[in-house]
C-alpha cells in the first residue's frame, strides 16, 4: 500500500533516509534501455517500468507484501519482504515478511539499510551480512549475481516514495540488459539502465544496498 503523498511529504520533513514502500501497479512494461553512461539522474522508477516475469527454473515463489502498519502506512513492509526473499533464495522459507518486521525489520517509516542489517546480522549471523554502498551500481550486481549472492536493494519510486526488491538476477547485455528482481509476490524484470539510475541517490545514500557474503546454488545460475 502506498503512503499518501501529503502524509509522506509531512514525515520528510523530519526525517532523512526513510523508505515509503511502493505499491504494485501492473501494467506494460515501458520501452527503455541506454548504456551505463546515461545513468546520470535520479529519476525514480514507476512501477509499469517492473515488467511481471515467469518464476525462473528452480527458483522459489516470493512472498507478497503485507500491508502497511501505522496511522498514515507509513511503517511499509518492502523492506522485510527483501530480506524474506533473499532468505528464500538462500533456501530458508521459516521467515515470512512480517515476521521479519515484527523481529525488528522496521523504522519510524519504513525501513533503513541498517534495520535490515541488524536484524540478519542477529537472526541469519552465517549469512554475513552488512550494509554496502558500492560506487559502480551496475557492477557490483554483477559480480554478485555471478558469484551466487542476492542482493537487497533500495531505490527511488515516484515522487519521495522508494522500494526495497530483491535482486535475484541479471539478464541480456548491454541495451538488453535487465535486473530480475522479487517483488509483490512475483519475479520482475527492469531495465538495468532505470535500475541504477533509481537507486543511485536514496535520500542522500548513494547505491543503498544488503548484501550477504555467503552464496547460494540458486543466484548465478547458467542460464538464468
Request: with cysteine; aromatic share 10%.
Amino acid at each position: 500500500m502506498r503512503l499518501s503523498r501529503l502524509s509522506l511529504s509531512l514525515v520528510a520533513l523530519v526525517v532523512v533516509g526513510t523508505t515509503a514502500c511502493a505499491g504494485e501497479d501492473e501494467g506494460a512494461d515501458a520501452d527503455v534501455g541506454a548504456s551505463d553512461e546515461a545513468m546520470t539522474t535520479t529519476r525514480g522508477i514507476h512501477e509499469l517500468e517492473m515488467k511481471p516475469v515467469p518464476i525462473p527454473a528452480g527458483f522459489p515463489k516470493a512472498w507478497s507484501q503485507p500491508d502497511s502498519d501505522g496511522w498514515f502506512d507509513e511503517r511499509g513492509k518492502c523492506g522485510p519482504t527483501a530480506v524474506a526473499n533473499a532468505l528464500l533464495l538462500y533456501g530458508r522459507d521459516g521467515v515470512s515478511p512480517n515476521l521479519a518486521y515484527e523481529e525488528g525489520v522496521q523504522w519510524v517509516v519504513g525501513s533503513r539499510p541498517i534495520d535490515l542489517e541488524r536484524y540478519l546480522d542477529r537472526e541469519q549471523a552465517d549469512l554475513r551480512c552488512s550494509v554496502v554502498y558500492p560506487e559502480d551500481g551496475p557492477a557490483f550486481l554483477r559480480a554478485a549475481v555471478a558469484s551466487g549472492r542476492p542482493v537487497m536493494t533500495w531505490f527511488r519510486t515516484e515522487g519521495l516514495t522508494s522500494h526495497w526488491v530483491t535482486v535475484a538476477g541479471i539478464r541480456g547485455a548491454n541495451v538488453s540488459e535487465k535486473v530480475v528482481v522479487m517483488s509483490w509476490g512475483r519475479y520482475y524484470e527492469i531495465p538495468m539502465y532505470r535500475f541504477a539510475e533509481a537507486w543511485k541517490s536514496v535520500y542522500g545514500f548513494h547505491n543503498p544496498a544488503v548484501a550477504c557474503a555467503a552464496t547460494t546454488a540458486r543466484v548465478g545460475k547458467k542460464p538464468f
